[in-house]
């Protein structure tokens, strides 16, 4: 997070990412479950009623930070050319941000049990779900039916679970771990991606079959 990208930032996205950075740096010399929401408002020069107007706990602050993350790698590959081929870009760009700041993740990963750490992928899920419910309302003119809504929560539990579990030790690339998940899309909710994701390039967009893309006017809208 550059000094740049802070200026940039509304108050509340700046003051919510001066007590991540804040957090970050503190969990160099501690443990996530040793700190306190004092200590973090203390170090980012902030009130504790501050603090709460923005996140709940400590871990609401965590769940912020990893929901920013996916953000920027879903606004950085949006479906707009090959949906699969996206979503392991996607995913490596996710996992690769979190390289960059190994130390940290990893620590918050190996001080927490599994069903704790797990749940810091809430926003990550509603992210990543609504992604995939958007792209099928834009490409059917129609919501997702009941299988496709239940394969997608499936499949985004599936792989957040799976983040987690390789941010223990980040053995393997980035890369290859995305499209190990990207590999086990449901079926059923790949055959319906693919089919309404053909019929509307075919229906909006003149195109050759070799050359799938959707122009980037075209892509998804993601809710804050």
């Excluded at 740049?4 to 957090?23: A, N, P, Q």
């Excluded at 129609?142 to 053995?171: G, H, L, N, Q």
Aim: with cysteine; glycine share 2%.
């Amino acid at each position: 997070m550059t000094y740049e990208h802070l200026l940039s930032l509304s108050k509340d996205e700046f003051m919510r990412s001066k007590i991540v950075l804040s957090l970050k740096q503190l969990l160099l010399d501690s443990s996530l479950r040793k700190l306190t929401v004092t200590s973090i408002c203390e170090h980012a020069g902030i009130s504790r009623s501050s603090f709460y107007n923005l996140f709940t706990d400590v871990d609401d602050a965590l769940n912020w930070e990893y929901g920013r993350l996916m953000d920027i790698a879903i606004k950085k590959y949006p479906f707009c050319t090959n949906w699969r081929s996206d979503l392991v870009k996607q995913s490596a760009e996710f996992m690769t941000y979190e390289m960059q700041d190994g130390a940290f993740y990893q620590r918050i990963a190996k001080d927490m049990n599994f069903v704790d750490y797990s749940s810091l992928f809430l926003s990550t899920r509603r992210k990543r779900s609504q992604l995939f419910h958007n792209a099928l309302e834009l490409w059917q003119g129609a919501p997702a039916d009941e299988r496709c809504s239940f394969e997608i929560k499936f499949y985004v539990c599936a792989e957040s679970d799976t983040v987690a579990k390789w941010m223990v030790d980040m053995k393997e690339s980035p890369e290859d771990v995305a499209r190990k998940m990207a590999a086990c899309i449901p079926e059923y909710l790949g055959k319906v991606m693919d089919a309404s994701f053909a019929a509307y390039l075919e229906k909006h967009i003149c195109f050759s079959p070799r050359d799938l893309t959707l122009p980037c006017s075209l892509s998804l809208s993601m809710p804050r």
